[in-house]
């Protein structure tokens, strides 16, 4: 079951600044051994998620700190100080740590409490409803391709990825009525996200 919240003594404080959840998820078909490497980053207070299939994990610093810092910038935050959460496995420790150094000033690292290096909720919950959509989204695909099945190394996987977060932000509306696009610009997208099919 998922892990109860963790309640900090300066919580009113830590929520007054900005934090950004991080994490890899990792995808495999049925009878498949090759599961693909995805960098999901999550942003607490509007809940947009930006998602990207790595090499592997840990692979490439330099292209996952870039990616990262995509998503940390189309969030807003590109000044001023900014709470970055993620476990404390060695890969995620590195990537924080490369995002930090690529970012200006104020950075505050967050780890998650002693014994529960897992224990990241925002981004957990993140990851959990992204998967969801990227198995609607590829089994729709698979449907119109009459059952023909998509190994998880196909090249249209990696852009379904960044399809379905994309979708997620824009249309994924929280108990508030907003979508995660309304609470970063205060509108609703304009743009018209269709079901992914080839021709």
């Given at each position: 079951?998922?892990?109860?919240?963790?309640?900090?003594?300066?919580?009113?404080?830590?929520?007054?600044?900005?934090?950004?959840?991080?994490?890899y998820a990792f995808v495999r078909r049925d009878n498949e051994e090759e599961a693909i490497t995805i960098l999901v980053v999550k942003d607490r207070e509007?809940?947009?998620?930006q998602a990207t299939v790595m090499r592997m994990k840990g692979a490439s610093l330099e292209e996952a700190g870039e990616k990262?810092?995509?998503?940390?910038?189309?969030?807003g935050h590109?000044?001023?100080?900014?709470?970055?959460?993620c476990d404390n496995e060695p890969a995620m420790n590195d990537l924080r740590q490369e995002v930090i150094r690529r970012l200006p000033t104020g950075v505050l690292p967050v780890n998650p409490p002693a014994g529960e290096s897992q224990s990241n909720g925002s981004i957990e919950s993140g990851i959990k409803t992204f998967k969801g959509l990227l198995r609607v989204h590829t089994l729709a695909l698979e449907k119109k391709l009459k059952g023909a099945k998509i190994p998880t190394n196909h090249p249209v996987l990696t852009w379904l990825v960044e399809y379905v977060a994309d979708v997620a932000t824009k249309y994924l509306r929280g108990s508030?009525?907003?979508?995660?696009?309304?609470?970063?610009?205060g509108k609703a997208?304009?743009?018209?996200?269709?079901?992914?099919?080839?021709?």
């Open positions: 079951s998922d892990n109860p919240a963790h309640r900090s003594k300066h919580a009113a404080e830590e929520m007054a600044i900005p934090e950004i959840g991080m994490d509007s809940r947009a998620l990262a810092m995509e998503a940390v910038a189309s969030f590109t000044a001023g100080k900014l709470m970055l959460k508030d009525g907003k979508t995660g696009y309304q609470r970063l610009y997208s304009n743009e018209e996200e269709f079901e992914f099919e080839f021709n």
